[in-house]
């Protein structure tokens, strides 16, 4: 292989160096210990088929016993023992169409949301053996379902729920309030407002319903006159003073007025309507949550803001977009491959419902972004999050190292130097005491043919951090390039002793030795 197509392939070895020891992160704390989820069922739970398949005596007899364990779920005062109950009830007798829609309900509240979609699915297989208050059942599932879309701002599949709990005889109230609320958040504010005239005067849902119609249309100050009683362009008839929210939503309405207060700044008002929504959540006393008081999304300094969570980990009530925070730091400072998965699936989910819900949209994208761009073929989509993060924090003229190191390195990876080199300036301008940006910035001057000002960053970035295995690792690349084949593999052999476990290292040092000890001797 001649010089030049050596060096040609193994600039493409080189790229890989960019993302040697993953992304430039604050140093790990203790791991987060997670409160132990026991609710699992028993272990001689049984799937629906394998159910059908006992003799007739049998199945009597494991419906007599899962009723049993309804009976415990219902006189639980721990959180804990209801679900962990529930699971056993629909472990043993799979046809239980009330255990499958009584989980729907805990998933939702208590935040595992992947757990009510699971008992919702029990449901629907369940629903055709069980004839009694089958559409009974039917419309409550039905209703849990919208509320749950509700909940996470998918109005769309909201709306088809809403359709088919009335189908099934749902209240003629309930489901025109989830109507309304989801053509409001689907911008079908006409027809929204439609709905929430009908309730005029008769109690809190035509404030609510306009007010999350003028939110989707006008924005949230428009939407907090409405909720405040202020906007006096809607008719007295249909708005008497500020809203009162009653049973049996009053803690969605709670929320949503608390969401608007927290986005106009007013922290004592969204703090006590928080309160008063966590006091509205249906059930009794909670003896598993635990509120915590953490930042929302934004610049650092504003005020903290409340949050539930069953088992340390499940959203329940709160600032969604505190919560979408926090599980970015659980992840971050996650000590253990499974509480890092967990808390990496949690923020990106909190923070996909925050940009529905339009809850601080730049800075959960940023958040989103900044955990997908640790994952293989979730790139892309990384790069377009934290690319308009970083238009917003311009915007703002906030510089967040963060944001602007992990999109140089998404830009470096996909070939793009050019657009890596100003924002990684603009980090050490920033930060000049980050070794890491230093040698991403090497690397990019590397890639647009810069060799006296990538060696400065690389030299630079060795001296604040000699440990740094890919300024090592960038700095052999570069003295390749620059035909000092013998530095090169002392630099690569460095980095190799630091971080030996890594492939990329291991296979552009043995490839440049491979070069090294095939050269024509000296004088030869």
Same mark, same amino acid.
């Given at each position: ?41 028993? #272990? ?126 749902? #209240? ?108 509205? %959540? ?5 003896? $598993? ?10 610049? #650092? ?34 000590? $253990? ?36 761009? $640790? ?20 915007? /703002? ?67 604040? $951090?000699?440990?740094?295995? %890919? ?44 070069? /090294? ?8």
């Amino acid at each position: 292989m001649s010089r030049t197509t050596a060096r040609v392939a193994l600039l493409g070895l080189g790229l890989a160096a960019v993302w040697l020891a993953g992304c430039q992160t604050s140093p790990a704390r203790a791991p987060v210990a997670l409160a132990s989820l026991r609710y699992a069922a028993d #272990a001689d739970s049984l799937g629906l088929d394998a159910f059908l398949r006992r003799s007739a005596a049998e199945q009597a007899s494991r419906r007599s016993q899962a009723r049993t364990y309804l009976g415990r779920a219902a006189a639980s005062a721990r959180l804990a023992d209801e679900l962990r109950a529930l699971r056993t009830a629909v472990g043993l007798d799979p046809t239980s169409a009330d255990g499958w829609v009584q989980l729907a309900h805990l998933g939702r509240w208590f935040g595992d949301y992947q757990q009510a979609e699971d008992a919702l699915a029990g449901f629907a297989a369940a629903s055709p053996l069980v004839p009694r208050r089958r559409h009974e059942l039917a419309a409550e599932a039905a209703l849990v379902a919208s509320w749950l879309r509700y909940d996470r701002g998918e109005w769309k599949r909201g709306l088809a729920w809403a359709d088919s709990a009335a189908a099934h005889g749902a #209240a003629e109230d309930e489901v025109q309030l989830l109507r309304a609320l989801h053509l409001a958040g689907l911008g079908r504010n006409r027809r929204a407002e439609d709905v929430a005239y009908r309730f005029a005067n008769r109690d809190h849902r035509s404030h609510w319903i306009y007010g999350m119609s003028y939110w989707h249309r006008a924005g949230v100050e428009a939407a907090h006159a409405i909720f405040t009683g202020r906007d006096a362009s809607v008719s007295e008839e249909v708005l008497t003073g500020p809203m009162a929210p009653e049973k049996p939503h009053a803690a969605e309405c709670f929320r949503d007025f608390a969401r608007v207060e927290e986005l106009m700044g007013n922290w004592w008002e969204a703090e006590r309507l928080y309160e008063s929504a966590m006091a509205s %959540v249906p059930g009794r006393e909670r003896t $598993d949550l635990l509120r915590l008081d953490h930042p929302a999304l934004a610049e #650092a300094g504003l005020a903290a803001m409340p949050v539930w969570l069953a088992f340390d980990r499940y959203y329940v009530m709160g600032s969604l977009s505190a919560y979408t925070d926090l599980a970015y730091r659980r992840y971050r400072e996650a000590g $253990d491959p499974a509480s890092r998965e967990f808390w990496a699936s949690a923020a990106v989910d909190a923070a996909g419902c925050c940009l529905r819900l339009d809850l601080a949209p730049p800075l959960a994208r940023r958040v989103r972004g900044l955990i997908l761009a $640790d994952a293989p073929g979730r790139r892309d989509q990384a790069r377009q999050d934290l690319e308009a993060a970083q238009r917003a924090l311009d915007a /703002r003229r906030v510089v967040d190292l963060e944001t602007l190191t992990t999109l140089a390195r998404l830009y470096l990876r996909s070939d793009r130097p050019a657009q890596a080199r100003p924002l990684l300036e603009r980090a050490v301008a920033a930060a000049p005491d980050q070794a890491r940006a230093w040698s991403d910035l090497g690397l990019a001057r590397i890639q647009l043919g810069e060799p006296d000002l990538a060696l400065t960053a690389l030299e630079t970035a060795l001296g604040l $951090d000699p440990d740094l295995a %890919v300024a090592w690792y960038n700095r052999g690349l570069l003295r390749f390039h620059l035909d000092d084949l013998d530095g090169a593999v002392a630099d690569l052999e460095r980095a190799h002793d630091l971080a030996p476990a890594d492939p990329d290292i291991a296979t552009l040092l043995d490839e440049l030795r491979r070069l /090294r000890d095939a050269r024509p001797a000296a004088g030869s």
